[in-house]
């Protein structure tokens, strides 16, 4: 059993019949490396929003501090 592959060309796909997929999936692609940049770009942030030693409630425990 032969299996043959079959190779299409930079031309084809960019040709009037997949044009509108390539241009969804360059999209999708550049939507997506947006949001990794933005992201990756900001400030570092902390896992948890309060940390023991600042939390409220760990103030109202005796021997704590």
């Known amino acids: 059993m032969t299996a ?3 190779s299409g060309t930079w031309r084809e796909l960019l040709g009037p019949k ?3 997929a390539s241009i969804v999936l360059a999209g999708g692609v ?3 490396a947006t949001n ?3 992201t990756g770009a ?5 896992s948890t929003p309060f940390s023991w ?3 409220p409630s760990a103030r109202a425990w005796p021997g704590w501090w």
């Open 4 to 6: 043959t592959a079959i």
């Open 42 to 46: 900001g400030p570092p942030r902390r």
């Open 18 to 20: 997949y044009l509108t």
């Open 36 to 38: 990794e940049f933005l």
């Open 53 to 55: 030693s600042v939390a």
């Open 30 to 32: 550049g939507l997506y």
